[in-house]
């Protein structure tokens, strides 16, 4: 069976779990090597792949590959994308794709002229949760309002990018794929805390026809909270996303007499899936689960917040 020869650039925190999830599918990944340009990366890389080639640059292997994950800080995205698309590799580009706009038109001009599936890593659409929900969403009729929570106590990782770039990037993607009303202007608030980078925003954000969104996302709060509501005429729907529950109240009483049903949904293994998804599109053909257009769209989103935050002022949206 054919396999597809993958290099993983990267071996940080996430690029541990990426390296594992190739291990996971030998049935379709061949692991040709592991890209990490320090010394101690390159030492623990060896140690926990011993049969996997350890290079400091991806320039040492493109000829040896079909395919690569981008799982290295933000700032490098671009030229790794650029490089990787003018070599016409297959790529697998955790979020975002870049760091702006202006690189996003870049990278557009060139995946043009070469035929190679990128996949985004926006993991948080893999929730089940969503399968259960998202047809309900698309269908709900406007106006309706979505709150969205994901703050958490200081970690001390992704200290390099702001708290948009790094958490609310999951959810403004998850606006545009749950929802059929969408962004249409953006006004944030925020705090730097910890460092230099914006630690605390809240973005209040202007759907189409009359709907709203907010979202919370911090890295300096007192506990940690993630989960979405969504509020319309027909009710309310929450879920919670640690505890992996639905909790619905609808517009009249359910079946068994109560006013609030909660159903709880499988956890996944979200870059499990997301591997499997990135193989069987290469090897069969297929579009890519998160494409393209989606890591454009999501990076112009975390763009507009960005300046609403450092203008103090509401941004148009402009999603083409």
Excluded at 206 to 227: M, P, T, W
Excluded at 287 to 293: D, M, Q, R, S, Y
Aim: glycine share 4%; proline share 3%.
């Amino acid at each position: 069976m054919k396999k597809v020869k993958v290099a993983v650039i990267g071996y940080g925190h996430l690029g541990k779990w990426h390296c594992q999830k190739v291990e996971a599918h030998k049935d379709s990944a061949d692991f040709v090597a592991i890209v990490e340009k320090f010394p101690a990366g390159q030492e623990a890389a060896k140690t926990n792949h011993p049969h996997v080639k350890v290079v400091s640059s991806i320039e040492e292997v493109i000829n040896d590959i079909d395919a690569a994950f981008v799982v290295t800080p933000t700032s490098t995205h671009f030229e790794l994308v650029k490089y990787l698309i003018e070599n016409k590799k297959h790529i697998f580009c955790e979020k975002p794709l870049c760091s702006n706009d202006n690189e996003a038109k870049i990278l557009t001009e060139i995946a043009k002229k070469n035929n190679c599936l990128i996949q985004l890593g926006h993991s948080e659409r893999f929730h089940q949760a969503w399968e259960i929900l998202r047809d309900k969403f698309q269908k709900l009729a406007p106006p309706y309002s979505i709150r969205i929570n994901r703050v958490a106590p200081f970690k001390g990782r992704a200290t390099d990018v702001d708290v948009v770039q790094d958490l609310a990037i999951h959810d403004l993607d998850l606006l545009l794929y749950l929802f059929q009303q969408k962004p249409v202007e953006i006004n944030g608030n925020g705090f730097k805390i910890r460092t230099k980078n914006w630690d605390h925003v809240s973005l209040d954000i202007k759907l189409q026809n009359a709907c709203e969104a907010k979202i919370v996302i911090g890295r300096n709060s007192v506990k940690e909270l993630r989960d979405l509501e969504v509020t319309s005429a027909q009710g309310m729907i929450m879920v919670d996303l640690f505890a992996n529950k639905i909790l619905e109240a609808s517009s009249s009483q359910f079946e068994d007499g109560s006013f609030v049903r909660e159903f709880a949904y499988q956890k996944r293994d979200h870059l499990l899936l997301e591997h499997f998804h990135f193989y069987d599109s290469i090897l069969n053909n297929k579009p890519a689960i998160i494409n393209f257009k989606d890591g454009v769209r999501a990076v112009h989103l975390v763009d507009v917040a960005l300046r609403s935050l450092e203008t103090n002022d509401s941004i148009k949206v402009h999603l083409g």
